[in-house]
């Protein structure tokens, strides 16, 4: 069993910043990709940025100049740095990691979401 905690989400203006941070814990032998989701009701859940255990990494084209991904591996923790953040960034953001466990099974596993609102 691999868990997702994630922190860092909460109230900004248009204009300001938040960071995010998922820390994975469990029999990990290895994480592949970390990868932030954001959900709003009654639409899909939509990619946010991804990384991948080779330092690859992926930002969505609407958050691509405002938002940054990082990862520690040695913590197994990813963070998205969202800066310029805007009202339509409202959303819950979700952690997604992917990988094998100790014993050489696979996992899948998703954090329990965290709201970010954009508002003045």
């Known amino acids: 069993q691999v868990q997702l905690v994630e922190s860092g989400g909460g109230l900004v203006q248009p204009g300001g910043s938040l960071r995010l941070s998922c820390a994975a814990s469990?029999?990990?032998?290895?994480?592949?990709?970390m990868t932030w989701y954001r959900q709003t009701p009654g639409k899909p859940r939509e990619l946010v940025a991804t990384?991948?255990?080779?330092?690859?990494?992926t930002v969505a084209d609407s958050v691509k100049g405002r938002f940054t991904l990082s990862r520690d591996n040695a913590k197994n923790t990813v963070y998205l740095q969202m800066n310029s953040l805007k009202p339509e960034d409202t959303a819950v953001y979700y952690c997604?990691?992917?990988?094998?466990?100790?014993?050489?099974?696979?996992?899948?596993?998703w954090g329990q979401g965290t709201q970010v609102t954009v508002s003045s």
């Open positions: 990384s991948t255990s080779g330092g690859s990494t």
């Open positions: 997604y990691a992917d990988g094998y466990l100790l014993g050489d099974s696979a996992f899948r596993s």
């Open positions: 469990g029999s990990i032998f290895s994480i592949d990709r």
